[in-house]
C-alpha cells in the first residue's frame, strides 16, 4: 500500500474514533493490526503516536466549534486516494468498518454509519460500497468468513490459494471493462456483482487470523 497514505488513513480513522468515545471492543488493536499488515512492524509506534495526536486536535476542534477544521483535512485525505484502484478503495473502506465495530459493536449507530458514509464518499466509493459490507459483515447465524466465502461461491474450508483463484476469475469475468458491449441491465447487474466479489475479498483480507 502507498506509504504516502498511512497519515491520510489514520486521520479519517480519527475522524471515525473521536477522542472520549466509549468503546465496545479493542479498536488500538484493530489499527494496530491494519498498520502492520500493510506498513510493518516498524511502522505501529509511529502510526499509533499519530493517531493519537490527531484525535486530540479534532477534540479541540470539536471543543472550540470549528469542525470546518476536520472537514478541511478529510477533504484533503480524500485527494489522497484519488489515483487509487477500486480493490485498495474497498480494502480501506471494510478497514474502517471493521474499526466501527470495534468502537461500537454490531449495533452501529446512525452517527456512526453516517461517518462511514462520508468516508466512503471521501474514498471515492458510494453508500452501496458501505451497504454491501455492512450485509455481509452482520451478525447472523454464519460469520463474515462464510458469508463472504458464499458469494465467492466457495465452501467454509476454502484455502487461501482456492480463494486466490476464484477471486481473480471472477473478477475478470464481472469487471465493468469486461462488460461494456453487454445491455444496460447485464452492466448494472455485473457491476454489482463486481462490487460483491471485491467486498468479499476484503472481508476475508481483513478477518484476523
Avoid at 17 to 37: L, M, N, T, Y
Avoid at 158 to 174: N, W
Amino acid at each position: 500500500m502507498n506509504e504516502g497514505r498511512i497519515y491520510h488513513i489514520l486521520l479519517m480513522a480519527a475522524y471515525l474514533w473521536p477522542e472520549g468515545q466509549r468503546v465496545q471492543k479493542d479498536p488500538a488493536e484493530h489499527v494496530r493490526q491494519f498498520i502492520e499488515k500493510n506498513y510493518g512492524e516498524q511502522a505501529v509506534t509511529d502510526g499509533m503516536a499519530v493517531l493519537k495526536t490527531l484525535r486530540s486536535q479534532n477534540k479541540m476542534y470539536a471543543d472550540s466549534g470549528r469542525e470546518d477544521a476536520i472537514d478541511a483535512k478529510l477533504l484533503n485525505a480524500g485527494v489522497n486516494f484519488a489515483g487509487a484502484d477500486y480493490e485498495t478503495k474497498l480494502g480501506v473502506l471494510a478497514f474502517y468498518l471493521g474499526l466501527a465495530y470495534e468502537i461500537w459493536g454490531y449495533a452501529l449507530l446512525p452517527t456512526c454509519k453516517e461517518r462511514l458514509y462520508t468516508i466512503a464518499g471521501l474514498l471515492g466509493l458510494q453508500q452501496d460500497e458501505v451497504d454491501i459490507l455492512l450485509d455481509m459483515t452482520k451478525p447472523v447465524a454464519d460469520s463474515p468468513r462464510t458469508a463472504a466465502l458464499r458469494v465467492l461461491g466457495l465452501q467454509p474450508n476454502a484455502t487461501k490459494e482456492e480463494i486466490k483463484a476464484v477471486y481473480r476469475r471472477l473478477s475478470l469475468k464481472y469487471h465493468p471493462d469486461r462488460n461494456v458491449d453487454k445491455s444496460e441491465a447485464e452492466r448494472k447487474e455485473a457491476e454489482q456483482r463486481f462490487k460483491e466479489i471485491v467486498a468479499a475479498k476484503q472481508v476475508l483480507d481483513n478477518i484476523r487470523d
